[in-house]
């Protein structure tokens, strides 16, 4: 009778090898492994080295931008001091009428206005009629402005008995988000309509903005698009940049002529701006504009 064969048991390897030797395969997944993890780093490498340009640019653009809008500030600055070397020197024959359009030495174009403080609502003496105007025109809303004109009434009278009256007045035009209900919108849109520094019951409407009539609906003066500077008194210097770059920054100061102590001028409050919406801005070529020194000196010669 034939023998069966043998079955072949190096077919199917044992699970554990007695020699220690590696079983076959082993290698094949230790090198898949390998080529996983080298895939995995590179990868990794790659997205830090992508995080590190992107961070290296994003800093260059912001140290970009910090050093425009620090150029515009200073331009700013300068047409602010150009505006008060002409209210020192103004004479009748010789004035430089505002607003005034002209270019600075770096290129920017500058909008300077002069807004005398008289024509503004004075927070600390304006009767409660005229801080009603104002704020129903900005706000749109009878009851609203009602309300609030009452509570800046309130806000400027002594808190406590005995104490004098001055101590309770607004010292900046800034402490107006500090009236009760205020909101920020009308804040902000009411800084270029009210003063500390007029003491008058109603705002001089020969001296009002265009802006200011505009909101309390007085007709334009026929003659009132340009206007000298004063004669004393306080005003709010308005400049307003727009460099070749794009940066735009709006600076005002608040100065009064006459300082005392021997000073012409005391600048008693310096501002960052915001855009009037109610103006039109009117943006004439850079090349088409006179040199903001060269309309100083032909006011001054």
Known sequence: MAQRPKARTDRCPAVDRPDGAPLPGADNRQSGFALVAVIWTLGLITLLGMAVIVGARYRTKTSSNYASVTAAEMAAESAVNLAISAALTATPEQAVNFPLRCRLPGGERATITVEEETGKVDLNTASPAALTRLFTALAGDPSQGTRLAAQIVDFRKPKTQGTPAAAARFTTIMELDQVDGMPPRLFRAALRHVTVRSGKPEPDMEAASPSMRRLLN????????????????????????????????????????????????????????????????????????????????????
Request: glycine share 10%; hydrophobic share 35%.
């Open 218 to 301: 007085f007709e334009p003066k026929p003659n009132a698009t340009k206007r000298g500077v004063p004669a004393g008194g306080s005003m709010t210097i308005r400049a307003d940049i727009d460099s070749p770059d794009g940066t735009r920054f709006i600076r005002e100061a608040l100065v009064s002529l006459e300082g005392g102590n021997g000073l012409p001028y005391v600048i008693r409050e310096w501002r960052r701006g915001d855009i009037d919406p109610s103006g039109l801005r009117q943006d004439p070529p850079r090349a088409a504009l006179r040199a903001c020194l060269q309309v100083r000196q032909a006011a001054a010669s």
